[in-house]
C-alpha cells in the first residue's frame, strides 16, 4: 500500500532520503507512527496585532502568541483512514515553552485530484489548504500550500488570495547529526509573515499501539 505523499510523488518519492522515506510512507496498514523529539532553534514571526489575535487560535491547537529561542519540541505522526474511507495522516506538534506547551495540529488526507492533498489545521479543521510537494536535489522534502478555504459544516468557503495563508515547509536529513531539520514559514501577503520555526528532530518509528488510528 503507498502513503498519501508516495501517490502524489510517484517515482520521486524513491528521491528521498531514506529516514524521510520511511517517514512519509507511512499510511493506514503501517505498523508505525512516526515520534520525534528535538528543539526548534528559533521561533518568530507576527506583527503586535497578529500576535494578539493569535490568542483566538490557542484552544483550537493552531496558532499561539509565544516566540523564542531553543524551545523544546515534539511532533508525532499516525496514519488512518477517516469517516469517508480517506487516507489521513495527523500532525500533532507541541512547543515546550517556559511559561506554557503549545499546540500546533493539522491533519493532511487525499485532496480532491491526485496531485493534491488537503491539510485540515487545528482541532477540528475548519481552515484548510491544499499542498503541492517536490523533493529536493539534496533528498528533502519541499511543500507548499495553494488555496486556503474555510469549512463550516458540509460548505467550504475559498477565501482571497490576499486574505489566505501561505505555507513552506522544508524538512530534509542532516546525515553528519542523524537529525531531520525542519522550516516552516506561514506568511499572509497583507500582514507578511506570521510564524516560522526551524530546528533539529530525532525521528524514531514506534509500533503502533492496538486500537489507535
Not at 32 to 37: L, S
Not at 42 to 65: E, N
Not at 94 to 110: G, L, P
Request: hydrophobic share 35%; glycine share 10%.
Amino acid at each position: 500500500m503507498k502513503s498519501i505523499y508516495e501517490k502524489v510523488l510517484g517515482e520521486e518519492f524513491k528521491r528521498l532520503h531514506p529516514v524521510l522515506q520511511k517517514k512519509f510512507g507511512i499510511h493506514s496498514q503501517s505498523s508505525y507512527a512516526v515520534r520525534g523529539k528535538g528543539e526548534m532553534e528559533v521561533i518568530q514571526g507576527g506583527s503586535r496585532l497578529i500576535r494578539l489575535l493569535s490568542w483566538m487560535g490557542v484552544p483550537f491547537k493552531l496558532t499561539f502568541p509565544e516566540r523564542g529561542a531553543c524551545i523544546p519540541f515534539t511532533i508525532l505522526n499516525e496514519a488512518y483512514r477517516n469517516a469517508d474511507g480517506k487516507e489521513c495522516v495527523s500532525w500533532k506538534r507541541n512547543f515546550f515553552f517556559t511559561e506554557a506547551v503549545r499546540s500546533f495540529d493539522a491533519v493532511m488526507k487525499e485532496g480532491e485530484t491526485a496531485f493534491l492533498i488537503q491539510d485540515d489545521f487545528g482541532k477540528g479543521g475548519f481552515l484548510t489548504t491544499t499542498l503541492t510537494f517536490q523533493v529536493t536535489k539534496e533528498g528533502g522534502l519541499l511543500i507548499h500550500s495553494e488555496n486556503t478555504a474555510l469549512q463550516i459544516g458540509s460548505k467550504t468557503i475559498l477565501l482571497p488570495k490576499q486574505l489566505g495563508i501561505k505555507a513552506t515547509v522544508l524538512e530534509d536529513y542532516n546525515v553528519d547529526k542523524d537529525l531531520i531539520r525542519i522550516h516552516v514559514h506561514l506568511y499572509q501577503p497583507r500582514f507578511g509573515t506570521v510564524l516560522m520555526y526551524k530546528g533539529n528532530v530525532q525521528t524514531d518509528f514506534p509500533e503502533k499501539e492496538r486500537g489507535s488510528r
